[in-house]
Nanobody, 126 residues
Framework: QVQLVESGGGLVQAGGSLRLSCAVS????????MGWFRRAPGKERDFVAT????????YYADSVKGRFTISRDNAKNTGYLQMNSLKPEDTAVYYC???????????????????WGQGTQVTVSS
């Protein structure tokens, strides 16, 4: 069974930075795309960023482009989301997910992911 565990969330002031990690169990990470999504209070879960299985393709939501950086270390079975210049509107629970399809180039659609972490809270104060 594949398990994803996020870490690195917390409380930060506007303009600050956080680095989220997503540790994936087993040897089932390197051949799959990874995505980051977030759910703000009272809102739908939104796409944040995705990276292809080999890191060759990366896509960001317009709202985080230029501030967030997605990356992965296949040797460590871990994905990352570096978040800089954080804004209060970035406050949400952040989830990482593994793609349903092997050798995926990544997707903005949550339906393309079938394994999810439990989420980590990010709170940005003004």
């Amino acid at each position: 069974q594949v398990q994803l565990v996020e870490s690195g969330g917390g409380l930060v002031q506007a303009g600050g930075s956080l680095r989220l990690s997503c540790a994936v169990s087993g040897r089932t990470f390197s051949g799959y795309a990874m995505g980051w999504f977030r759910r703000a209070p009272g809102k739908e879960r939104d796409f944040v960023a995705t990276i292809s299985w080999n890191g060759g393709n990366i896509y960001y939501a317009d709202s985080v482009k230029g501030r967030f950086t997605i990356s992965r270390d296949n040797a460590k079975n871990t994905g990352y989301l570096q978040m800089n210049s954080l804004k209060p509107e970035d406050t949400a629970v952040y989830y990482c997910a593994r793609s349903r399809t092997a050798f995926s180039s990544g997707s903005k659609l949550s339906a393309e992911y079938n394994y999810w972490g439990q989420g980590t809270q990010v709170t940005v104060s003004s």
